[in-house]
């Protein structure tokens, strides 16, 4: 394991994408936002990506340093076409829109379409609630066929993420973001590059069997080698049974059959597609009940007796918090597969033997 401080983490990422055709600005945003991903505690969104995001660029699944178009503009509802660019890029411009539409009526919606890999969706529920805003996201992956429905062996949904942003007055923000299936594919990269090993009978093989080996999904692998969710002959499971699959399935038609982008199916250039409601809460709660009465219910549910063996029942974000204090102060820890295969991706696009060391110093 290594460990990595954020700022130097911040550099040496900036520095792989700027060798990578990124603008200085769209390099450093894109490893503010990764690296903010493994600050959270969610390391399959963090930088564990820049060796999959840099393959897709030099693939052209990816567009560098793109300006999302609007395509349908209305007082209340806008629809935005990302143009393949790099979610980090085109995603907050997106939702930048749909705030603003949001403001201006107290209800909006936004429909991004061809966004590249948008990170964590939580980002984007973070950004609106900083503004005040409620937001629902409903998000799919089209080309990235990863995840068995119920009942099922063979991969038909994406990891479909569902996410809901609510604010707060003075404090962080509620976040509920998960994806649809048991663990979303990053944590199955994050198992075979010597991380946090998966849950028990997180996937399933051709035949039916339960497995955690991520080779079921992307075949034989060397330990710095390409890993390709094609490859594997099983499938990542829906949590939840019938109750998560149902919701996958609703997350691929709203965030990929109505946007645009297209629900998910084999052979289709990746892209994100994300379905976003924004409410504000001070035109539907003018007398401000909400925010007292989301005080005592979260105490009311933080306060509830724990089974053995767990300290505290807690609400969306409170692990976040705990994990960003924690790595803020300590640094980022980084299993030593993942950092060689970063540093050689670093090496490949050309980013010098020193700029490698000082990330480390």
């Known amino acids: 394991m290594v460990t990595i401080k954020v700022a130097h983490l911040i550099d040496f990422v900036a520095d792989v994408f700027e060798h990578a055709h990124s603008s200085p600005e769209e390099a450093r945003r894109i490893a503010t936002y990764l690296t903010t991903a493994n600050l959270t505690g969610h390391d399959s969104h963090g930088v564990i990506r820049v060796p999959v995001y840099i393959r897709w660029q030099k693939m052209g699944s990816i567009v560098p340093n793109q300006t999302a178009e609007i395509v349908v503009d209305t007082p209340s509802l806008v629809v935005v076409d990302g143009k393949f660019g790099y979610g980090q890029t085109v995603t907050p411009q997106a939702v930048k829109i ?74 962080d923000p509620i976040v509920l973001d998960f994806a649809t299936s048991i663990v979303a594919e990053g944590k199955v990269l994050v198992a075979s590059r010597g991380g946090k090993k998966l849950p028990k009978g997180a996937l399933i093989d051709a035949d039916g069997t339960l497995s955690e080996d991520p080779a079921v999904l992307y075949g034989p692998y060397e330990a710095e080698g390409t890993r390709d969710h094609t490859k ?3 499938a990542i499971r829906a949590f939840g049974e019938h109750k998560g699959s149902g919701l996958a399935f609703i997350c691929e038609l709203l965030g990929g059959a109505l946007t645009g982008t297209g629900a998910t199916s084999a052979g289709r250039r990746f892209a994100n597609g994300m379905l976003a409601i924004y409410i504000d809460p001070k035109v539907v709660d003018p007398a401000n009940f909400f925010d007292g009465e989301i005080t005592r219910y979260t105490d009311f549910i933080r306060e509830t007796k724990p089974v053995s063996g767990v300290d505290q029942v807690l609400v969306p974000g409170d692990p976040e918090r705990k994990m960003r204090a924690e790595r803020t102060a300590n640094g980022v820890p980084l299993p030593d597969d993942t950092w060689a295969a970063i540093v050689s991706t670093a090496r490949e696009v050309g980013v010098s033997e020193t700029s490698i060391q000082r990330a480390t110093s």
């Open 98 to 171: 749909g705030i603003e539409r949001c403001k201006s009526s107290g209800l909006a919606a936004m429909a991004l379409r061809n966004s590249g890999h948008l990170g964590r969706v939580g980002d984007w529920a973070e950004m609106a609630a900083a503004e005040g805003l409620v937001s629902i996201h409903f998000v799919t992956a089209a080309g990235s066929l990863l995840v068995a429905p119920y009942g099922g062996v063979e991969k038909r949904f994406s990891t479909a993420p569902y996410c809901v942003g609510i604010p707060r007055q003075g404090q």
């Open 232 to 234: 594997g002959t099983g």
